[in-house]
């Protein structure tokens, strides 16, 4: 007589299940890496971020570009105060009237000035 044939195995759920989550998350990192839009998704960001910081300073240059055409309207030439006040030129009609050092100078900084010029023993 001929045996009986063996049972079949009794099917693993849980088995099955994890074998197939393990193969399904190796076929999706596959294909976002091969895909490459993770990376550029990365890269989007970033290029974002630093267009963003741009826009920023050239807002920033805006407005002190926008601050000099205002003082340029009303006559207040910055390159014109340099000039007179830093380097003391001025133009032909106009008068200049020299004092002597210490004359235009607040009784503060005179003092001040005192206890520098003082020898020390």
């Given at each position: 007589m001929k045996e009986a044939p063996a049972l079949p195995r009794a099917p693993r759920p849980v088995l099955a299940f994890f074998v197939s989550l393990a193969a399904s998350s190796v076929v999706l990192v596959i294909l976002l890496l091969w895909d490459h839009r993770v990376l550029e998704l990365k890269n989007a960001r970033a290029e974002v971020l630093?267009?963003?910081?741009?826009?920023?300073?050239?807002?920033?240059?805006n407005e002190a570009l926008r601050v000099e055409i205002e003082a340029a309207n009303r006559h207040q030439f910055p390159a014109e105060k340099v000039a007179r006040e830093e380097l003391h030129l001025v133009r032909s009609e106009d008068l200049v009237l020299l004092y002597p050092p210490g004359v235009l100078t607040p009784p503060e900084k005179?003092?001040?000035e005192k206890a520098e010029r003082k020898p020390r023993r």
């Amino acid at each position: 007589m001929k045996e009986a044939p063996a049972l079949p195995r009794a099917p693993r759920p849980v088995l099955a299940f994890f074998v197939s989550l393990a193969a399904s998350s190796v076929v999706l990192v596959i294909l976002l890496l091969w895909d490459h839009r993770v990376l550029e998704l990365k890269n989007a960001r970033a290029e974002v971020l630093e267009l963003d910081r741009q826009i920023a300073e050239r807002t920033r240059e805006n407005e002190a570009l926008r601050v000099e055409i205002e003082a340029a309207n009303r006559h207040q030439f910055p390159a014109e105060k340099v000039a007179r006040e830093e380097l003391h030129l001025v133009r032909s009609e106009d008068l200049v009237l020299l004092y002597p050092p210490g004359v235009l100078t607040p009784p503060e900084k005179k003092a001040a000035e005192k206890a520098e010029r003082k020898p020390r023993r």
